[in-house]
C-alpha cells in the first residue's frame, strides 16, 4: 500500500514524460530548416532522490559556468535555468559553415513531493553537475527564494 497522499501523482509523472518526448522530439529536427540555428536546444537530465530527511536533486548542466545558472525555489517546485552565450566577431564568421555554439540554453521544473527548508538550500556545481541539497519541513505557508551556487 501507497503512503503518497497526493492524488496528482500519476498525473505528474505523465507530464514529465510528455515533457521528456517533447524534448526528444526537439532534439531530432534539424533547428536550422525553421530558420533558428543561433539557438541550441538541450536536454538537462536530472536525478531526485529521497535521503529520508532531505531531497537531493542531481542535475547534468554540462558546458556552463556557474554564474550561467540560476535556481529559483517557489512553493513545491525548484526551477533550475541555465543560459550562455558565445561572443564571435564577424572576423570569425566568415570561417564557418556551421555554427550552432553562440547560444545555449536549458531549464528544467521539478515539482517536489513534500515541502522542504528554503533557508537551509544548498546547491554547489562541479564539473558540470549541479547538486541541490533540499532539506524537508513540515507544510505551511512557502515563498519563492534564490539559491546561491557555491
Known amino acids: ?20 518526448q517533447l524534448e526528444e522530439s526537439l532534439e531530432m529536427w534539424d533547428i536550422d530548416q525553421f530558420g533558428q540555428s543561433q539557438a541550441a536546444i538541450t536536454t ?6 529521497d535521503h529520508g ?4 536533486l542531481t542535475a547534468d548542466v554540462p558546458g556552463f559556468e556557474k554564474d550561467d545558472i ?3 525555489l517557489s512553493g513545491d517546485t525548484i ?19 556551421k555554427s550552432e555554439r553562440s547560444r545555449q540554453s536549458m531549464s528544467r521544473s ?4 513534500d515541502p522542504v527548508d528554503e533557508d537551509a538550500v544548498e ?3 562541479r564539473n558540470g553537475v549541479l547538486t ?7 507544510p505551511d505557508s512557502l515563498e519563492g527564494q534564490q539559491i546561491d551556487i557555491e
Open 1 to 20: 500500500m501507497s503512503t503518497d497522499n497526493n492524488p496528482f501523482r500519476a498525473l505528474e509523472k505523465q507530464f514529465e514524460r510528455l515533457q521528456q
Open 44 to 49: 538537462m537530465g536530472i536525478d531526485l532522490a
Open 53 to 56: 530527511e532531505t531531497f537531493v
Open 70 to 72: 540560476e535556481i529559483r
Open 79 to 97: 526551477h533550475i535555468t541555465a543560459a550562455r552565450e558565445e561572443e564571435t566577431t564577424d572576423e570569425d564568421e566568415e570561417f564557418y559553415i
Open 110 to 113: 521539478v515539482r517536489l513531493p
Open 123 to 125: 546547491a554547489r556545481y
Open 132 to 138: 541541490v541539497m533540499l532539506p524537508k519541513r513540515e
